[in-house]
């Protein structure tokens, strides 16, 4: 065979993805055993909540000594602040190259303790033990870290794979039903995109502690990882993971400064809604995805409160603030069909701010 650049550029491309395959596991103590027998030194990052609820039962587990850093938790912790305090530590702790991060957390833990490890001495080794719904079914996948930046979502980032990622629902017991709700936005965002027999099984679902069922759990990583495997490098495929995202992120931002802010997945699945509502009024009005998903995510999710024009003009500009824009282009995913989304539609902000009116 003769080796061109595209043949290598293939290899290079499926040998990540074999990596990536392996690097999530269902039954872990032996191989975080292994990983950490490798390393010089651990540090474990968690947040005030999982150093109450998760460290004590991790320290249980696992058997190798430990130095621990503690974020205060919440979206608006993950920023580069924070990132800095991360980093001041791993200094004082003189952590060299072969030093190993686990992060004992949800998705802010694991973005930004991804990111950390992955800048510090140009990269370090990190596992994820995820331990929100959310960060199991999509923050710990894929390899994607970062912070927020000037109230931006996730703007100053890195990808970098984890040496594993190791998922345990046994976690979830002591996880708040507003968080379990959010991680669920993600489980059906995959459905939609992806599985439409998966979508099909949630609709049964009429308690959101339903989504906490393993096989379930199992089911949504599996798509998620496939994705990440077929498109790497988001040229295309792994664009659709951002269904519902180009709406929801704004309003996530846009709720991120209010009292009462909504979770990742509150926001995701408004944006759903109002993503498959704009395909319905100006794209392809015979596709009936929104009024398919619209009860079920109605039953399980709060609605977008009235919102007045200062507001909507707020959301747009966090909307034409979106990385994923081409120039002042705001691009989206189009869900016409169950299981069939296209990518790059460009959405028009007149009809997005139509939509939010009402
Ligand atoms: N990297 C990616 O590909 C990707 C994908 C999706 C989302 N994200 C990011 O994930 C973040 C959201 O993640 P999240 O929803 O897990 O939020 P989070 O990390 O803030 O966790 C939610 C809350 O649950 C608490 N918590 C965590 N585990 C717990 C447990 N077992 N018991 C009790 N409380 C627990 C946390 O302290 C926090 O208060 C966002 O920043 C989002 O941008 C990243």
């Known amino acids: 065979m003769e080796f061109t650049v595209d043949t290598l550029a293939l290899i290079s491309i499926n040998y990540s993805a074999m990596e990536f395959k392996d690097t999530i596991l269902y039954d872990w103590d032996s191989r975080l055993e292994e ?54 530590k791993m200094v004082s702790f003189n952590l060299d190259r072969n030093a190993l991060m686990l992060t004992l957390g949800g998705g802010v833990v694991t973005d930004l303790g991804g990111y950390c490890a992955s800048v510090y001495k140009r990269g370090i080794d990190c596992v994820h033990i995820p331990t929100t719904l959310l960060s199991m079914v999509d923050a710990a996948i894929g390899g994607k870290n970062g912070i927020d930046f000037m109230h931006l979502k996730n703007y100053l980032g890195t990808i970098r794979l984890p040496k594993a990622v190791l998922i345990d629902p046994t976690w979830l017991y002591t996880l708040p039903e507003k968080e379990t709700r959010s991680g669920a936005a993600e489980m059906i965002k995959a459905a939609l995109i992806y599985d439409l027999t998966l979508w ?11 989504f906490c069922d393993r096989e379930l759990i199992q089911k949504s990583v599996a798509i998620k990882q496939e994705i990440v495997m077929r498109d790497p490098y988001e040229k295309g495929l792994r664009k659709t993971l951002n269904f519902g995202h180009t709406i929801g992120h704004a309003i996530e931002s846009f709720y991120m400064k209010s009292s009462a802010p ?24 015979s596709s009936g995805v929104y009024e398919e998903i619209r009860p079920f995510i109605e039953m399980h999710y709060p609605t977008l409160p009235k919102l007045n024009e ?45 939509l939010l009116r009402h």
């Not at 974020?71 to 912790?77: D, K, L």
């Not at 099909?200 to 339903?210: A, E, L, P, V």
């Not at 699945?269 to 794209?283: C, D, F, N, P």
Request: negative net charge; hydrophobic residues 35%.
């Open 310 to 354: 200062e507001n909507i003009e707020q959301i747009i500009r966090y909307m034409l603030g979106d990385k994923k824009n081409k120039g002042n282009v705001i691009l989206s995913v189009l869900l016409r069909e169950i299981g069939s989304p296209t990518w790059d539609l460009e959405l028009k902000p007149d009809e997005v701010k139509e």
């Open 35 to 88: 990983i950490a027998n490798d390393a010089s030194d651990i540090v474990v990052l968690s947040d005030s909540n999982t150093s109450v609820y998760c460290l004590p039962i991790f320290k249980e587990r696992f058997k190798h000594e430990f130095k621990s850093i503690e974020i205060p938790s919440g979206e608006s912790n993950k920023n580069l602040d924070t990132a800095k305090e991360v980093w001041k």
């Open 200 to 210: 099909r099984k949630f609709q049964q679902i009429t308690n959101i502690q339903g």
């Open 262 to 285: 909504l979770t990742h997945g509150d926001a995701v699945a408004l944006g759903m809604l109002l993503e498959t509502k704009y395909v319905s009024k100006y794209v392809d009005p």
